[in-house]
């Protein structure tokens, strides 16, 4: 049995928790492989909201088995209070949450580094989560990291107090080194983890996958936030893309199989960095409002432009994406017009490729116009009733890229979803 891969094809926040959730009873395994608490996933159903950070998004389904895997970051404060409140809904963690011993642990120090580091950055700043993200993979990269398997080591205290004198060092060079390190809170949340059930969570897979269990790795991020093939240095401190998917969960290239691709109907981002489409003027403010552009983890608004397929198009080659998801069409119902990047203007003529830098000045982007559908979409469950402006729209998307358009999503919740093929074989 082939793992299938779940991501985001853009700067974050596509819908990829809502997809996910809709997918999961296909699904023995969800596996997150990487990012950590910087992620938001929300999804929606019976009337209520849920946003998970580092839990995986088929926790909410039955017989459904939830992998934090190695290759994400997990801040125990976060996760304890992320189980709490699943708990609290009645939702049976425990029995459905698997750890992996390699995942690495953000510190409070890394936070502190976070912060510090983007403050120095000034009007450079990354427009960090600053939930320890980048500095917790440096450690990790740096091999100075600790592992949830470390928890169980008799050695801990030691090892916890090493590397947190080095931060206190690092710190120093920003001149933080006498700020107070909430740590109480962390060395408790340490204690509840090891509670848990952490696992050797590549052999737990393998066998599973041998065993023909269907596992759905789920991403965090998007490409476009990639650390290699993002809008670096504006970009996250992890592999977000597919490949991302097996060293994230120690799964062989030659297990993955089917890559969907989530992307919104037009484009957002959160946080600093290149954005060519953007719109920054009152349209760009109404699809905010209208779509609740807002971060799921730090309430951020999020900035808003037309799709992008130079971008789209990267994505989906880097990803080897084999199904399209799009999200958010609901959003854009009514406008006059809709405008889709086809092209970029560039100093050496014009591309369809997404070149080198994308920064403000050494890309213009080229737009051609669709009508847009007037109709809400929200109630419309069958694809043969969507208008036909949305089914032109899509087809040109199709054609694009040269990858089948599976769902189209016309709302927050579970139930808003149009499939237009069997999803999972
Ligand atoms: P993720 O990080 O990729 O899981 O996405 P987020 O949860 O951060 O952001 C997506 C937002 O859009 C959430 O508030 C979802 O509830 C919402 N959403 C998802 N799909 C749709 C859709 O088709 N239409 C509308 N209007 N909202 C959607
Ligand atoms: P999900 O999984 C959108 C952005 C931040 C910042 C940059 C680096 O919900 O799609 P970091 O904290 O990782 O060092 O921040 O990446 N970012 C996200 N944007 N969705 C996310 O996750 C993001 N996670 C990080 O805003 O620009
Ligand atoms: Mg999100």
């Known amino acids: 049995m082939k793992v299938d891969v779940l991501l985001g094809m853009q700067w974050g926040d596509e819908g990829k928790g809502k997809i996910v959730d809709v997918l999961s009873p296909d699904y023995d395994i969800i596996a997150r492989f990487q990012g950590g608490p910087n992620a938001g996933h929300t999804l929606e159903f019976e009337g209520i909201k849920h946003v998970l950070h580092t839990i995986p998004s088929g926790i909410f389904r039955d017989g459904v088995l939830n992998i934090i895997g190695n290759g994400v970051v997990i801040d125990p404060i976060i996760l304890l209070k992320e189980v709490s409140t699943l708990e609290d809904m009645g939702v049976d963690v425990r029995s459905k949450l698997l750890i992996s011993k390699k995942a690495h642990l953000i510190l409070p120090t890394h936070k502190l580094l976070d912060k510090a580091s983007e403050e120095a950055k000034g009007g450079k700043k990354i427009g960090s989560t600053l939930k320890g993200i980048g500095p917790t993979y440096m450690d990790k990269t740096g091999r100075n990291g600790f592992r949830v398997g470390d928890l169980l080591s008799e050695d801990f205290e030691q090892r916890y107090r090493a590397l947190v004198e080095k931060h206190r060092h690092l710190l120093s060079l920003y001149n933080k080194q006498d700020e107070e390190i909430p740590e109480t809170e962390w060395l408790k949340a340490v204690q509840w983890l090891k509670t848990m059930t952490i696992v050797d969570s590549e052999h737990f897979l393998n066998k599973a996958v041998k065993d023909g269990k269907k596992v759905l790795a789920e991403g965090a991020q998007g490409a476009l936030l990639d650390i290699d093939f993002g809008t670096y240095p504006y970009v996250t401190s992890s592999n977000t893309v597919s490949a991302g998917a097996c060293t994230g969960l120690g799964i062989a290239p030659n297990r993955i199989g089917e890559v969907h691709g989530i992307f919104k109907a037009y484009c957002t981002r959160v946080g600093s960095g290149p954005f060519p489409t953007e719109l ?7 699809i905010q409002k209208k ?11 999020r900035r808003c432009g037309w799709l992008d397929l ?7 080659m880097i990803n080897g ?20 990047c086809t092209h970029y203007k560039t100093a050496e003529g014009k591309t369809s490729d997404l070149p080198f830098s994308i920064d403000e000045g050494k890309v213009e982007p080229v737009y051609v116009s669709f009508p847009c559908w007037k109709e809400d979409l929200t109630g419309i469950t069958e694809y043969r009733d969507l208008p036909k402006e949305l089914n032109a729209y899509v087809e040109f998307i199709e054609k694009s890229t040269g990858i089948p358009m599976s769902i189209v999503s016309v709302g927050p919740d579970r139930s808003q979803t149009i499939a237009r093929q069997a999803l999972v074989a």
């Open 291 to 301: 779509g609740n552009e807002f971060g799921a983890t730090t309430g951020r608004p």
């Open 310 to 316: 130079p971008a789209l198009n990267y994505s989906a």
């Open 280 to 286: 920054t003027d009152d349209l760009g403010a109404l």
């Open 321 to 340: 994406v084999t199904h399209l998801h799009m999200m958010k069409a609901d959003v854009l119902s009514g406008l006059d017009e809709i405008k889709v």
